[in-house]
């Protein structure tokens, strides 16, 4: 399937959606932190990053608009993950360039149909 990217600063995050992604045949990678995941997405793009919103030092909302806006890592679809459920935050991570935004906790089969559709489009 994919090569996905979870940026996310806690590790017990980024172990439940390894587990949902790689169940659902993908292959996973992770960084904890947004400047991290900025330079591994410039030196290996992945097919696609979950993205979480509060991270020490940059913010998922700050690195989302980094990526989106470099036209070399610009076609690498974000999802944003995050606690963060306000409708104002939703649209704020969408305009910074996030193709979808999830609230946690994660809903296994609304993120796998989420990312199916990415990579269909994306493909």
Known sequence: MANILIIDDSPTDVRVLSTMLERAGH??????????GIERVRATPPQLVIMDVIMPGMNGFQATRTLTRDPATAGVPIVMITTKSMETD??????QGARAFITKPVNEAELTACINQLLAGAA
């Open 90 to 95: 939703r649209v704020w991570g969408l305009r």
């Open 27 to 36: 292959t996973v990678d992770s960084v904890g932190t947004a400047e991290d």
